[in-house]
C-alpha cells in the first residue's frame, strides 16, 4: 500500500517506506505502567506520515534507513494520520 493511500481507521495496512526522523523517546503512563514512546516519520513516492513506536521499536527504526510495516492500522492524533503497531504487527528492517 502507498501512503498516499492510507486513511483514518484503516486496518492491516503494509507499507513499505524510508525512515526520515525519529523523535526525541518520551515516557507515557499506560494502564501497564511508564513505557517509551517515540513518533516517526516516514515516506515513500507518495508521502509522509507519522509512525508510534514503543520500547525496542524506537532503537530498531532509529537504526534504519528502509523498514517494511505489516498489519498495523491507522489513527489520527493532532489532526495528523498515524501508523499504529498493535502486538500482531511486524516490523521489519529492509535497509
Known sequence: MKISKIAVDSKDVEVEASVIEVGEPRTVNTR???????TAVIEDDT???????????IT???AAK????KGAYV?????????????????????
Do not use: H
Not at 47 to 57: H, K, M, P, T, V
Not at 78 to 95: A, D, P, R
Open 32 to 38: 501497564f505502567g511508564p513505557r517509551s514512546v517515540a
Open 75 to 95: 489513527t489520527e492524533w493532532s489532526n495528523n494520520l498515524q501508523i499504529n503497531l498493535s502486538k500482531q504487527s511486524e516490523l521489519e528492517v529492509v535497509e
Open 66 to 69: 528502509k523498514i517494511k510495516i
Open 60 to 62: 530498531t527504526v532509529s
Open 47 to 57: 508521502g509522509r506520515i507519522n509512525l508510534s513506536l514503543w520500547e525496542d521499536q
